[in-house]
């Protein structure tokens, strides 16, 4: 292997995390760092004062003309549109609580799916100052702009998105005690379970992509939740599966019917109960997630 080739997958994952957070899609970010990869094969590496700066900002770039290339078929998308699960941490499939801590990352799956909100500079350079933690200077050159501007569109940024901030920090054992409390009652339908575990004003928005059915707005109330995944294994009587899993050191629910992945669901807690569920449904969403599990799809794409 080349001394190129090994300089650029030593700064790939950085790549791909900056990629995936703008675009939302492990699909699409593996596409940006691809081209990212032929620019640097063509580069004339003597010349580059920082790689790893160069390589963000050629990333960053591709990022922003991508995402403006799939802005017109997002605002067409049917029902909600909910980022990718992240393939990240898939290596170590049952992390102790101290380690979701120490791999938690500033961004929640509940912020990726709205900064949506936001023109694709204006999240470019929200996701380099607040979660990748560049400069302003570094911003301004990446989006060949002034510091000021930069800052201004950061400011914005924060604005826009105040209400969807990273949740109160809550003791890891904690979560995912409550996390399993719940992947036990979704696996059995035990319904008083349910109810226990989730918020009265919790909410629930899905991802079906138009194939298959899911809640485009927010489903709202926890006994009206818990009603629906009591349903999900009445009608599927000992076939569901729930198992909690890290992913972006973010806690999610995988669940399984009949051995076949449904959903990856993203869950918030205050540290008592659950107040938030993302679940993604998408079968063209879950199948990258699926081949790195290893196992089927329950609605092929």
């Known amino acids: 292997m080349s001394d190129a080739t090994l ?5 790939r994952p950085r790549l ?79 992390p102790s609580p101290e380690q979701a801590l120490e791999h938690a990352h500033d961004v929640s799956y509940a912020l990726l799916a709205v900064l949506e909100r936001l023109a694709p500079e204006a999240r470019a350079a929200f996701l380099l100052r607040d979660v990748f933690d560049e400069d302003y200077g570094e911003i301004a050159r990446v989006l060949n702009r002034t510091e000021a501007a930069c800052r201004q569109l950061v400011h914005r940024a924060r604005i826009r998105l105040k209400d969807e901030r990273k ?9 995912h005690k409550l996390l399993r409390a719940f992947a036990q009652a979704a696996s059995t339908g035990d319904f008083t379970a349910l109810k226990s575990v989730l918020a009265a004003d919790a909410q629930l928005v899905g991802d079906g ?31 569901v599966r729930c198992e909690v899993a890290l992913s972006g050191g973010q806690w ?7 051995g ?42």
């Open 16 to 94: 791909q995390r900056i990629a995936y957070r703008m675009l939302g899609s492990w699909a699409e970010a593996e596409d940006v760092v691809q081209d990212a990869w032929l620019k640097w094969h063509a580069a004339d590496h003597a010349t580059l004062a920082n790689i790893e700066a160069w390589l963000v900002s050629v990333t960053t770039r591709l990022s922003i003309d991508r995402l403006r290339s799939v802005k017109s078929r997002r605002e067409h998308y049917i029902g909600a549109w909910l980022p990718e699960p992240d393939l990240t941490d898939l290596a170590d499939a049952a």
């Open 260 to 301: 076949k992945l449904e959903s990856a669901q993203y869950l918030e807690t205050d540290g008592t109960r659950i107040t938030r569920i993302h679940a993604q449904r998408n079968p063209e969403k879950l199948a990258g997630l699926a081949r790195a599990l290893g196992c089927e799809l329950s609605v092929p794409v």
């Open 252 to 258: 999610r629910l995988l669940r399984f019917i009949d």
């Open 167 to 175: 949740p109160a920090a809550v003791a890891p054992e904690t979560q």
């Open 209 to 239: 992509g138009g194939k298959v059915a899911s809640f485009g707005v927010p489903l709202l109330g926890g006994q009206r939740i818990a009603q629906l995944y009591l349903a999900t294994c009445l009608r599927y009587r000992g076939q």
């Open 7 to 11: 300089t650029f997958n030593h700064h």
